[in-house]
């Protein structure tokens, strides 16, 4: 498995975390967003969107990192 995340800033909440676990061909199999100064937490087990935009602007994550969250 890869893991990928990327941010953005929302106003009267922070940064946002949104991460993507892909297989080896970057296909995504599951997404979640987090909004770590609310604990805010939306998981996707089955995102609509199965290919990885914009591939350079995501950062690479570490698969603890993403599965901690996911829990």
């Given at each position: 498995m ?6 953005q ?9 949104t ?9 995504v199999l599951?997404q979640?967003?987090?909004i ?10 089955d ?5 990885l935009y ?7 994550a570490?698969?603890e ?7």
């Amino acid at each position: 498995m890869k893991y990928f995340k990327s941010s953005q800033s929302i106003p009267s909440k922070g940064d946002s975390w949104t991460y993507y676990e892909c297989d080896d061909t970057e296909k995504v199999l599951r997404q979640l967003t987090h909004i770590p100064a609310t604990g805010e937490l939306s998981r996707v087990p089955d995102p609509i969107v199965k290919k990885l935009y914009r591939r350079e602007l995501l950062s690479p994550a570490e698969a603890e990192e993403f599965l901690t969250l996911w829990g």
